[in-house]
């Protein structure tokens, strides 16, 4: 007899984790392995900030404060906008949850992009709602499209900038245009996990925004630039009605002691963010003159990775680049097949990369 799990649930996809660097290793015999696949900041923790990490574990026997209030406070300093108006997640990944947790129910519905970041469509689906796909116009949010496709079921609409996988932006202009279209009980959700890669004259500051738009909820992370990727922290900067609804499904220790703390020093270290900005501005410069200069195809990003195209099938590219201790994305796996996406990294390691790719892709390519 099988167990009564919800219908929507077990309709759901299972997971499969991406490939590690150890089985990688073990599997091509293989000392380096670069793992290039999920677009962590791969200059590795500023220094000096392992060490205070390190300094909190003396007090893990406590739970950690319920209300990330030093995090809170911090960010709000940064953002100039009240504590009521930010939550902290476990990864900006659990605030996604919590925000359908919260807004979709049974016959809900999100309109988000296609393909767009998979996170949206899972957490929708788990609350037993629905999403309305709207493919992307030239690799970009077809913003009047996504607009059109609100409907009076719709309960959010989730927006990437920049858009993972394809790194491109979304501008001010239509950013102010969403906000004057949209239906003002429906909820925008601005992800921009890359918000900090791009550079600052291209950003839309939309923490500007939060004061005067109960509508709008703007996600950011730690675990993109200011390196906490293992370490899960996130946060969520919304209206005080959005904030209370996400805090009433939050579980109370849904964030460690340890990731506050982490999170709270590392914006100590905005010169490791700016530096690490514009290393990777500059090799993503270098990637599309090599590129170009072989003839490959490309999208310009304005994130920490780039979309390559690769031919007919990615596959072939993917397994010749593990076997060299290269780990990334095929496009298949992201709704761009022919493509791979690859995080930019080191300028050591961008360039071995490069050398490598190029000829395993006219090899390939022949
Ligand atoms: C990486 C990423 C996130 C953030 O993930 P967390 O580690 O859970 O904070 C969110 N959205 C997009 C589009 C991402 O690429």
New binding site residues.
Partial sequence: MSLKIKKWISGLPDYTPGRSIEEIKNKYGLKNVYKLAS?ENLYGLPEGLAEKICEEIQNIYYYPDAGCSQIREKLGKVHGIPVEKIIIGS????IIEMICDSFIGPGGNAVIADPT?P?YEKSTLKCGGSTTKVPLADFRHDIKGLLAAVDAHTRIMFL?NPH?PAGTNITGEEFKYVLDKLPEDILLVM?E??YEYVMPDERIDTAEYIAGRDNLMV?R?F??IFCL?GL?I?YGMGSTEAIRALNKVRLPFNVSSIAQKAALYSLEYQDFAVKTRESIHKQKQIYYNVLEKNGIGFIRSYANFILIKVGSDSSQVTEELLKEGFIIRPGENLGFPGYIRVTVSTDEVSAKFLEVFIRIYKNCNK
């Fill in positions: 677009n990864g900006s990944d659990q970041f996170i990437t993972n992800d996990a890359y996600l992370t675990s993109k990727a899960r996130g």
